[in-house]
Structure formats: C-alpha cells, structure tokens
C-alpha cells in the first residue's frame, strides 16, 4: 500500500549547523512531495513542496531534493537557527490539490543554542 | 492570507457521545479533508471530500463517522459514538493548488 518513511524520528544540531531529514515513498504514481513544519499546539504549516519534473528546489534557507528513480526526497535546512525547533512532516501525493496526503512518521528537530 | 478555520480548539465528551467537529474551509478551494493525528504519531488520512461527496475514505472511517457540508461555507465531521481510541487531534484541509491545514480540534474521549 502507500507509505512513507522518514528518517531520523529525532534530530539535535547546533545553531548554525545543518539539518537534513530524508523520506522514502513506496507509491511510483507519487508526483507532490509537501514538507510541513508543526509546531506544538499547532496545525501542519507548509514550508516547501516539489513536484515530480523538478530535482531541486531552494526557498532561502531550506531547500528540497528529489530522486524519483530511488523514490527518496529531502529536507535541507541550513544556518538552523532556535526557532527551527519543531515536528516537521513530509508527505507524498498524486495530485497536490485532489488527491490525498500519506504523511511521513515526522522528526522532532531541536536546534541548540 | 486566507486560512482554515476549525472549532472548537478543544472538546471533551464521553464515550458514547456524539461529537460534531466543525471547519470553514477556504473559500475557493473545492476539496476538503479530515486527517487526525493520535498523540505523539503521524498524521493519517480520514476522509477527502468533493462535489459534495465523499471521494475517498480510510479504514479509519468506518460507520461512526460521517461528514457533511451543510452550507456553503462549513464542512464538518460528525463522531456519531465516541471511543476511548477516538482521542486525537483532528485537522481539516482543503485545497486549490495545495493543501492548507486547520489549527485542528483537540477530543478527548473519557
């Protein structure tokens, strides 16, 4: 069936340091991959998304990589800084706007001052 | 900018009771969603929502949930018997060209 696994559950940088978070998707058909930042208390906020026909996109400090053929994509965060602090989820979908989300198990990053 | 609204934030009841969680959905968009997330786990699909009507649903959405949109602009998601595994976090999505998340409504089954 559809699934994705992400990986680290938990993730501890320092300030300044460099986080990356990596998914795996099982569903070939899968052409959207949202990233989503939660913080606590909150509902899933969209940081960045890549669609199938790119294999990169950078929005300032984070950027998403996507290898279709090994069905892995990434989250790239650099310069963290404190407030990165949060659950952050990816997710895979056929359509980005009719289709479902599968969602990712999420990775607590902390960043540390 | 626009944003999806869900009430109540917080809602007790229970087990046994019926609960009627409520969203106002964006107002362009045309497809609508329920998704929950049990404490400390991911988030999982319920229930997408077109046309008024339901366009896919999970094995999580058997018989005692339901979902409707009685007006133009609420769309809601009705809990008819709680259970104790019914706790979670429920948020409301809809869509244009991505999905855009609600707050959510934190129930608590007792």
């Known amino acids: 069936g559809e699934n994705v696994e992400q990986h680290p559950s938990t993730l501890s940088v320092q300030e300044g340091d460099s986080a990356v978070i990596k998914c795996t998707y099982s569903?070939?058909?899968?052409?959207?991959f949202p990233w989503y930042k939660q913080e606590l208390g909150k509902g899933p906020q969209l940081i960045i998304d890549?669609?199938?026909?790119?294999g990169e996109k950078k929005d300032q400090r984070i950027a998403v990589t996507l290898n279709k053929t090994a069905k892995h994509f990434s989250l790239h965060i650099t310069e963290t800084q404190p407030e990165d602090s949060a659950v952050y989820f990816c997710?895979?979908?056929?359509?980005?706007?009719?289709?479902?989300?599968?969602f990712g198990t999420g990775t607590r990053l902390k960043v540390l001052a | 900018e626009p944003e999806v609204t869900q009430t109540p934030s917080h809602q007790v009841t229970q087990m046994g009771q019926e609960v009627i969680l409520r969203c106002v959905p964006i107002?362009?968009?045309?497809?609508f969603y329920w998704y929950r997330q049990i404490l400390g786990q991911k988030v999982e699909f319920l229930v997408s929502?077109?046309?008024?009507?339901?366009?896919?649903k999970s094995e999580i959405f058997d018989d005692q949930f339901s979902v409707e949109r009685p007006d133009g602009s609420n769309f809601t998601l009705k809990i008819r018997s709680t259970k104790l595994e019914d706790s979670a976090m429920y948020f409301c999505?809809?869509?244009?060209?991505?999905?855009?998340f609600g707050p959510g409504t934190r129930l608590l089954v007792l």
């Open positions: 999505a809809s869509s244009g060209l991505r999905e855009y």
């Open positions: 569903d070939s058909a899968s052409n959207y």
């Open positions: 890549i669609r199938s026909n790119v």
């Open positions: 997710a895979a979908s056929k359509n980005s706007g009719t289709y479902k989300y599968i």
């Open positions: 107002s362009n968009h045309l497809y």
């Open positions: 929502f077109y046309n008024n009507e339901i366009s896919e």
